[in-house]
């Protein structure tokens, strides 16, 4: 094996790609490289799920665990793979049978065109690897990204609930052991590197290493999960001359608790993180359920949510609210700064050539602090949106002794609402007082008219949001959230 190479198992086997073109989706290179065709390419973005795959990833305090989870092919690069195991759906039968998570849909009779069908196996098989008993709600959390246009979703969802028998003894288990053991050894080998078509991918093993490689290349490009930057490529058919991989970089993927802080490392997928923010912010891990599918979830990170720097990124303005620091790093030197500080204008932001986010700090809540959050998007699951409120607030003595109002979706950068907030500060919540903070969120911002909504309607949105907050606040017993829906 050479380092100017990428090597994972492709099912139980070992493949080392070279002289490919790192731009390369694992959906094409699956497709055009390997011929396995049973994976399909729907939407190409991330959307319909048709190219879920599961990667089995090296996992628990020692590594000595595997970590399943559904991806979407068609929007994570090839050299990603690098020290995991890929599996796709030509690798669940075994001897000719077929997998518990294919027979239910049979049985289930949960397919038509087929089309969707391997997706929603892989998505069932990933759940069912680290859960025996899904609960409904579990299945359709798994399912979320997965679309079927013409079977209907009942007896689908009926399959993935009655699919856990013969997980624990299919190929992958029988394996477990020497899977665990040769990604180990994939592990050790030097620093993988890609190139091909002219194109250069490298996966730095640490933080200095990942350091060095952005100063010897400042214009070279950072990609985490790569479920935004893929689609520059998929979409936008541009191609990247040099593609630095944080992913590789074990010191980025920690998540860590102080007394006051919780520390997340920027290459830390979502699902990594979302049950910690939910015990301390219930808000914040309902809201973290909703950005994108448990695919997405699976490979997106904080730091290309932050890194990316659209005005309607989910996670910037709950920081902001919260009071929110990251660390960036350059060269060996580190500053913190506020993520409310990080952000200058469309796209934006004060990261200087070489720097990286390194890690974000959140802090922990104090007695009576409260975040409330609010995604308004037109589906409940897998959409981006139109605008997002995030409310930190404490009252005392009747009095609002604390309060940082931040939106998303409102101007070119997500941003705190300052003449709101100013009226509130200090003031008993009553409805006059909220009125007054409503109003005053004309002078903090004139929003857009695009595709998702209309500037008229993000306004009336966003100071209705303050008033459910005010509700909220006032009773707990009124119902105002959505829950059930499906
Ligand atoms: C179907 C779909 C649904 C989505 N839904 C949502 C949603 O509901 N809410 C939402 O907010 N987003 C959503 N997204 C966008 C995206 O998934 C998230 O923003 C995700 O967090 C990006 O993380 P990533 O690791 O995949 O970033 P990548 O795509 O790898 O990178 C994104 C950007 O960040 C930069 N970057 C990455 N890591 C670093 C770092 N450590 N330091 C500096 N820069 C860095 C990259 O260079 C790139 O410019 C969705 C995407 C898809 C495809
Ligand atoms: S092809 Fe639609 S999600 Fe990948
Ligand atoms: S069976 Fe045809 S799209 Fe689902």
């Known amino acids: 094996m050479t380092n100017n190479s990428v090597h994972f198992l492709l099912n139980n086997d070992v493949v080392s790609i070279e002289n490919i073109d790192p731009n390369l989706t694992v959906l094409q290179y699956l497709r055009e490289v390997q011929f396995s065709t049973g994976t399909k390419e729907g939407c190409a973005s991330g959307d319909c799920g048709a190219c879920t795959v599961v990667l089995a990833e090296l996992d628990g305090d020692n590594n000595e665990q595997l970590h399943y989870k559904s991806i979407n092919s068609c929007i994570t690069f090839v050299g990603n793979l690098h020290g995991k195991q890929l599996i796709t759906i030509e690798d669940l039968k075994e001897q000719g049978k077929l997998h518990h998570a294919q027979q239910t849909i049979v049985d ?59 997980v624990d003894d299919d190929s992958f288990a029988k394996h477990y052991q020497q899977t665990v053991q040769t990604l180990t050894e994939l592990q050790k080998l030097p620093t993988p590197v890609l190139t091909g078509n002219g194109h250069h991918f490298i996966a730095p093993k640490s933080i200095d290493e990942l350091a060095y490689e952005l100063v010897r290349e400042p214009k070279a490009t950072l990609v985490a999960g790569g479920t ?3 689609l520059s490529v998929t979409q936008h058919l541009a191609s990247i001359d040099k593609l630095v991989y944080v992913g590789n970089v074990a010191a980025l993927s920690t998540i860590e608790e ?57 996670m910037p303005p709950a920081l902001i609210a919260l009071g929110a620091t990251m660390t960036l790093h350059v060269n060996g030197v580190e500053r913190t700064i506020l993520v409310e500080d990080y952000f200058v204008d469309y796209k934006k932001t004060v990261l200087k050539p070489s720097e ?7 802090p922990k809540p104090k007695t009576g602090q409260i975040l409330k959050l609010y995604k308004i998007s037109k589906r409940i699951d897998d959409d981006i949106s139109a605008v997002l409120a995030a409310i930190f607030i404490a009252q005392k003595d009747q009095k609002i002794s604390h309060v940082r109002i931040a939106f998303g979706g409102m101007a070119a950068i997500p941003k705190r609402a300052f003449a709101a907030e100013a009226e509130l500060q200090g003031n008993c919540l009553t409805k006059d007082t909220v009125a007054q903070a409503k109003q005053a969120l004309t002078l903090d911002f004139k929003p857009m008219s695009d595709v998702r909504a209309s500037e008229k309607y993000r306004m009336r949105v966003a100071q209705n949001l303050i008033e459910k907050c005010f509700v909220e606040l006032q009773s707990q017993t009124i119902a105002t959230r959505v829950v059930n829906y499906a």
Not at 262 to 272: E, F, H, M, T
Not at 356 to 361: A, D, N, P, T, Y
């Open 258 to 314: 102080t007394d006051s802080e919780i520390v997340i490392g920027s290459a830390l997928p979502y699902s990594k993180f979302i049950d910690t923010l939910h015990h301390y912010y219930p808000d914040l891990g309902d809201m973290i359920e909703r950005i994108g599918s448990k695919q997405v979830r699976n490979n997106g990170t904080l730091g290309g949510n932050i890194g990316n720097a659209s005005p309607i990124g989910d």
């Open 228 to 230: 935004d930057l893929a």
């Open 356 to 362: 990286f986010i390194k890690s974000v700090q959140i």
């Open 108 to 166: 289930n009779h949960g397919t038509q065109c087929g089309f969707c069908t391997p997706g929603f196996v892989m998505s069932s098989f990933a759940l069912h690897k680290h859960n025996n008993t899904p609960t409904r709600a579990q299945v359709l959390e798994a399912l979320a990204g997965n679309l079927c246009r013409c079977t209907g979703y009942r007896s689908i969802i009926e399959a993935a609930i009655t699919s856990s028998i013969g």
